[in-house]
């Protein structure tokens, strides 16, 4: 089965600076890769998610490329705000088959 | 965007009791729906696959006589925790998905403490 791993688990920038967070995945036919923000006590809110057949998509300050060939997808905060502070999940899926989560990234802002 | 709604938010129950938490797809039909455990600071650990009509497909390692779900309509799955131990206490949450979509819409959550 699928199996996500997801890196760094914690991660700290300063306040208006850019944020990685990195994923890769084992099944090379997981087609829909989403991203997911939660905050504490609350339910995960999608961000951006990309498909297979694009190699990056971006919404404002927020894009997520992907590398079908290496099986590694990641997720670009630019010109980070206190507000992006938050746990971060990649997630990989087949089609609408169950979603296979990372361990999370827990994104800290520091003003 | 799609609403998924769960409730209880928040619930105590004693040791030996059992737990129902229902999901809703409010605005849409899910013939899937799935159910999530998250343990402080850990990730979502899926246990099963709701199934509209047909018995859930359980994660290994998850106890379906422990963790019992129904998925009885198109809107609606629940997870009862029966005969509940405080080693169930946790974050349950579940998603929904509209049929032939893929993006997954979350519940809210219920917190489930046993004591």
């Known amino acids: 089965g699928e199996n996500v791993e997801q890196h760094p688990s914690t991660l700290s920038v300063q306040e208006g600076d850019s944020a990685v967070i990195k994923c890769t995945y084992s099944d090379s036919a997981s087609n829909y890769f989403p991203w997911y923000k939660q905050e504490l006590g609350k339910r995960p809110q999608l961000i951006i998610d990309?498909?297979?057949?694009?190699g990056e998509k971006k919404d404002q300050r927020i894009a997520v490329t992907l590398n079908k060939t290496a099986k590694h997808f990641s997720l670009h905060i630019t010109e980070t705000q206190p507000e992006d502070s938050a746990v971060y999940f990649c997630?990989?899926?087949?089609?609408?088959?169950?979603?296979?989560f990372g361990q999370g990234t827990r994104l800290t802002i520091n003003p | 965007g799609a609403v998924v709604s769960q409730h209880p938010s928040r619930v105590i129950c004693k040791s030996g009791t059992s737990v129902k938490i229902e999901c809703r797809s409010l605005?849409?039909?899910?013939?899937?729906m799935f159910w999530y455990r998250q343990f402080p600071k850990k990730s979502l650990m899926l246990m099963a696959t709701?199934?509209?009509?047909?018995?859930?497909?359980?994660e290994q390692g998850v106890e379906k006589d422990k963790f019992l779900i129904n998925h009885a309509s198109l809107t609606l799955s629940t997870l009862t925790v029966t005969s509940a131990h405080p080693e169930d206490s946790s974050f349950y949450i579940c998603?929904?998905?509209?049929?032939?979509?893929?993006?997954?819409?979350f519940g809210q959550g219920t917190r489930l403490t046993v004591v």
């Open positions: 997630a990989a899926t087949q089609g609408a088959q169950k979603l296979v």
């Open positions: 605005d849409f039909q899910a013939t899937t």
């Open positions: 990309i498909r297979s057949n694009v």
């Open positions: 998603s929904a998905r509209r049929t032939q979509g893929t993006e997954a819409f």
């Open positions: 709701s199934n509209e009509g047909s018995k859930a497909t359980y």
